[in-house]
């Protein structure tokens, strides 16, 4: 005795959801190459896992039943569709006989026949060969979150990264001038002037020798 349904009518596809944990459905087509070569792959699965009320397997003619396939979204044969209590959670496109296992096995679990029950899908409705919804979060471990960076400290950085810069390559003394410049935060503030008795404040000072020498003193 066969354990697959063959769906006749849109009543008996929904009475077949309302009443079945689990419903592993093969829309094909008997056109479809590739639907006829993992059939007899569909039924050994269903030989194996089939339980009353708990998981069935499916077979949904899309060109007799054209309304469900509409309905679920059905645009290329053979497509599984697995549904746990109503609502489809994983949808594998293409005959991959290893693929196709994989997620029956799953769907095995979640019935809570032949295995332990549980959330065996992480998140609903896989195609194969995609990577799943995108989540918000970011990388994965990255713990990425640009609303901690601030903004205004690393445009001040770079401000003074371009300035030591600026002020390194124009002056003889480059060290000296990094230093001394406005733009080095670890700039320590000027020793306030000192006047000797009898000078006014903001008396002019007496020349100073050039810290870099002249071609004349090298002559």
């Not at 320590?188 to 050039?210: D, F, I, L």
Request: hydrophobic share 40%; glycine share 10%; net charge positive.
């Amino acid at each position: 005795m066969s354990n697959l349904v063959n769906i006749k009518s849109t009543a008996e596809w929904q009475s077949l959801l309302s009443g079945t944990t689990v419903v592993i459905a093969d829309f094909y087509a008997d056109w479809c190459g590739p639907c006829k070569m993992i059939a007899p792959h569909f039924e050994r699965l269903s030989k194996e896992y089939a339980r009353p009320k708990k998981v069935a397997f499916a077979k949904v003619d899309v060109d007799s039943q054209s309304d469900i396939s509409r309905a679920q979204g059905v645009s290329a044969m053979p497509t599984f569709k697995i549904f746990h209590n109503g609502s489809c959670v994983d949808t594998i496109k293409g005959a991959n006989p290893p693929a196709l296992a994989e997620a029956v096995s799953k769907a095995v679990k979640l019935a809570g026949a032949g295995g332990a029950s549980g959330n065996a899908y992480i998140t609903p409705g896989r195609t194969l060969g995609s990577s799943g919804p995108a989540t918000s979060r970011g990388w994965p471990g990255a713990g990425l979150n640009l609303r901690a960076w601030n903004f205004g400290a690393i445009f001040k950085l770079i401000i003074s990264f371009v300035g030591l810069y600026l002020v390194s390559f124009f002056s003889f003394d480059a060290r000296g001038a990094a230093e001394a410049s406005i733009f080095n935060v670890h700039r320590k503030p000027p020793p306030p002037k000192r006047t000797t008795p009898g000078s006014a404040p903001g008396s002019a000072r007496p020349p100073q020798k050039p810290a870099f020498k002249t071609m004349a003193d090298l002559g």
